[in-house]
């Protein structure tokens, strides 16, 4: 597992290339669910996404000699944005795989950072095996989207910032995917206020980080039917033990809870969210009378939504 010390450490690397993103709230949705919201902005973020913060921690903490070839990786979207993008702050090359389903907005990014693109079939096997390939043509160095030391430890660094623009929560929730973000956000917690809760949010139709603690054991995800397309992953065999042993429960939210809890940000906090970041005020939506007087930091993942695909107007 990376350490606490890794984590301020990311933060120190990272910080040149990074932005501090913004906390919001919303005094309607403070009322909505009886409880104190604080919305970590990483929607704002560079790439429009949180995936920034481990893509730049991954790539420099490389030597001249790892990232010769380049780097490559896997994603439907953000975290290849944002391998592209530290890829282009060292000056190196970035190689992507990327799912034929993708959204577009997500596409369009990864080519604009300068990466070379393959597109594949939209599996988990699929994805590996034109990644293998592209390896082997290229000679590139792999970084796993959430399953990296260094990924993990960079992802830690938003809530190091949340806690340092809102010291006195009690509760943190994040999406959880494959889990980088949230098992970074269960071990910077663990070494800056271990008293404090973490909380997983994820669809219903994704569900594999809610069954897998459940079972103690990773159950992947097989045919995840979700509109949070950056939450579709399965847990990674890194990922899983952090968010055992740090995180106190997963809570799921349906597909009309996650397009509410989406239009609900839009429309109040004026602030572009993808599905995906959707995920932690849908799962609250829910639980209103749980969290009732409570005080919550949310991390909104990203903004890189479709805008010609709003879910709203299906």
Known sequence: MPSFAEIKEAAVRIDSYVHHTPVYTSTTLNSICQAELFFKAENMQKV????????????FSLNEKEVRQGVATHSSGNHAAALAYAARCRGIKAFVVMPDN??????????????????????????????DQLIKRTGAIFIHPYDNHAVIAGQGTAVLELLEQVPDLDTVIAP????????????????????LTVIG?????????????????????????????????????????????HVAAILT????????????????????????????????????????????????SGGNADLDNLPWLK
């Not at 429009?48 to 790539?59: D, E, S």
């Not at 139709?205 to 509109?227: H, M, N, W």
């Not at 597909?255 to 995920?279: F, L």
């Open 48 to 59: 429009g996404a949180f995936k920034a913060r481990g893509a730049v921690n991954a790539v």
């Open 102 to 131: 993708a959204p577009a907005v997500k596409k369009t990014a990864v080519a604009g950072y300068g990466a070379e693109i393959t597109y594949c079939a939209p599996t988990q096997k699929a994805r590996e095996e034109a990644l």
């Open 176 to 195: 959880v995917g494959g889990g980088g973000l949230l098992s970074g956000t269960g071990l910077a917690i663990s070494g800056l206020k271990p008293d």
């Open 201 to 245: 949010a994820e669809p219903l139709e994704a569900d594999d980080a809610f069954r897998s603690l459940q079972a103690g054991k990773i159950i992947p995800v097989e045919k995840p039917d979700t509109i949070a397309d950056g939450l579709r992953t399965s847990l990674g065999e890194l990922t899983f033990p952090i968010i055992k042993k």
């Open 253 to 300: 939210a349906t597909e009309p809870a996650i397009i509410e809890a989406m239009r609900m940000i839009w429309e109040r906090m004026k602030i572009i969210v993808e599905p995906s970041a959707a995920v932690t005020l849908a799962v609250l939506l829910a639980k209103r009378t749980e969290i009732k007087g409570s005080k919550m930091g949310l991390i909104l």
